[in-house]
């Protein structure tokens, strides 16, 4: 790298992490560099220990005698920042480069709860407060100097200043801040055009490792193209779903079963190709993919009601739908039919795989991370969604527009305890709660729906009414385009819709 002589910097956070790079990276320059951090080690105000001043001599003792000068300081005291600008004047006369790398990270509770509110006090002092003291400190000096339009005061920020992480609440406000804080100062100075201000972005700092392994998790940044994102999400959800399409159409295994079983492998693997970490997406594209908004709501609301729309579509008014229907809801009768039910089960396995995969894309676009710790939290509202759909629209049957009231109903209650409140545990039983009514009012109208049924074929019994086969046959009507089921009561019971005219009739049970 070009040598730049006569050059002084100033790097808080210097003992670990981007800190340490950047001040062996500077003095590898050439440059003369103040080596600052707290070194408090286990004594550290948050969950993970923090560096210690034998890491701090490491990093000076790896550089030219002279080179690099450690100084140990609390960036939240404004008197030890004016100290350590103050060596750097007292020993070179000058200070031209400002790196302000200190920071801590701290969470994994809701907002809502109150040891949130500590770790946005104790972010708020070190992220924020840290990078305003070094700046009030080191800003008049370097505007002082030999050359304060070659100056620079960089700000390592995280990827929490350009959008939310899961539970991380108080360090994203705290990140926030910190971009705010680098564009109130770069605007101050672009009048006369002295010094920069730069916030480099994300990179991989040891604080962000250490907090994720106090959670028993490291952490790591993925980059790569939207595209590729994307197909990767829907290819390993399409394998998920061609295994359990051919366990339980062409083995027979019982998709309940495969269904927990395949659940628990992807876990496993999740856990195996990140190494157990948290994981963040930097990447734009696949942001905007999701995040970007129309009348304030998210594209993911979007995509989510249209895939309804498209889905109540075809199964009401397509050719396949209404067979997928009328096997679902008599599985032999359509296979006397003549519907190829089993390709039908194959096809609604890789269907919903591809939905599934579809999701799943979209939550890591919208959270910005991934933490295979959490995914198992999204499985319980989905089934409480979707049997809630049993109860409205068309009860008992699972119905996607139904669905998109069971989703709203339920976001709208975990919304209120939320606004008052509430825990997490209170949320998990609200969910809990939810999928038991759920199931408790698709019986309950199947039970009426039955009961009435036989009410009415005694009825007709009573009434001389001819008999009719025990076995069922299935006939077509024209005028409302739907399949019905004549039991031997003379009564009729939607199946399911269909388009083509065909009368099987089993014949009479007795013979």
């Known amino acids: 790298m070009t040598q730049v002589p006569d050059r002084v910097a100033l790097v808080t ?44 001599d490491a990093v000076v003792a790896g550089q030219p005698e002279g080179r690099v000068l450690a100084h140990v300081a609390d960036v939240r005291d404004p008197e030890a920042l004016r100290g350590a600008v103050g060596l750097a004047l007292q020993t070179w006369g000058r200070l031209d480069v400002v790196v302000a790398g200190a920071a801590v990270i701290a969470g994994g509770s809701p907002a809502w709860e109150p040891r949130a509110a500590d770790d946005l006090a104790l972010q ?14 080191a800003i008049p000096a370097m505007l002082a100097g030999p050359d304060p339009a070659g100056c620079r005061f960089v700000v390592i920020a995280s990827a929490a200043g350009a959008h939310g992480l899961f539970r991380l609440a108080a360090y994203t406000a705290a990140q926030h801040a910190v971009v705010g804080l680098v564009k109130g100062l770069a605007a101050e100075r672009l009048a006369d055009g002295s010094m920069q201000f730069l916030r480099p972005g994300r990179g991989d700092d040891l604080r962000v490792t250490a907090t994720a392994r106090r959670r028993g998790r490291a952490s790591r940044s993925w980059t790569s193209r939207s595209r590729e994102q994307r197909l990767a999400g829907m ?66 609301f979007y995509y989510g009601i249209f895939l309804a729309l498209v889905m109540a ?49 979209l939550i890591v676009a919208s959270v910005g991370s991934f933490d295979n710790s959490t995914t198992q939290s999204y499985l319980l509202p989905a089934l409480a969604a979707v049997f809630l759909s049993t109860a409205v629209i068309h009860p008992d049957t699972f119905n996607p527009i139904g669905a998109v ?4 109903f339920l976001q709208t209650g975990i919304i209120g305890l939320q606004l008052m409140g509430s825990s997490t545990w209170v949320i998990n039983v609200f969910y809990g709660g939810g999928l038991v009514v759920a199931v408790t009012i698709s019986k309950f109208v199947r039970d009426r729906t039955t009961s009435h049924q036989s009410r009415s074929g005694r009825h007709k019994r009573g009434s ?22 004549r039991h031997a009561v003379g009564h009729s019971i939607r199946v399911a819709p269909f388009a083509t005219r065909r009368v099987i009739d089993l014949g009479d049970a007795r013979g």
């Open 13 to 56: 956070g210097a003992a670990r992490g981007i800190g340490a790079a950047v001040t062996r990276r500077l003095a590898g320059s050439g440059h003369t560099v103040v080596a600052l951090d707290w070194c408090v080690g286990e004594e550290s105000p948050v969950g993970y220990p923090m560096a210690t001043r034998a890491e701090l």
């Open 124 to 137: 708020w002092d070190v992220d924020v407060r840290g990078v305003w003291n070094t700046a009030a400190a």
């Open 235 to 300: 290819g390993v959800a399409l394998l998920a779903g061609l295994v359990n399409a051919i366990f339980v159409v062409v083995f027979g295994v019982s998709s309940l079963v495969v269904t927990l079983g395949m659940g628990t492998v992807l876990l496993g693997l999740a856990e195996l190709l990140t190494n157990n970490n948290y994981v963040t997406f930097s990447n734009p594209a696949l942001k905007t993919f999701a995040r970007n908004q129309i009348f304030t709501m998210p594209m993911a």
């Open 313 to 361: 579509y075809v199964l009401a008014f397509t050719p396949v739908g209404r067979s997928a229907l009328f096997a679902g809801a008599n599985r032999e009768v359509a296979r006397l039919t003549g519907i190829r039910v089993g390709l039908i089960r194959f096809g609604a396995y890789l269907l919903g795989a591809a939905f599934a995969g579809f999701a799943g894309v």
């Open 405 to 408: 009231i069971a989703i709203f």
């Open 464 to 485: 001389g009414c001819r008999a009719e086969p025990l076995l069922c046959f299935v006939e077509f009507d024209g005028i409302s385009s739907t399949w019905r089921c």
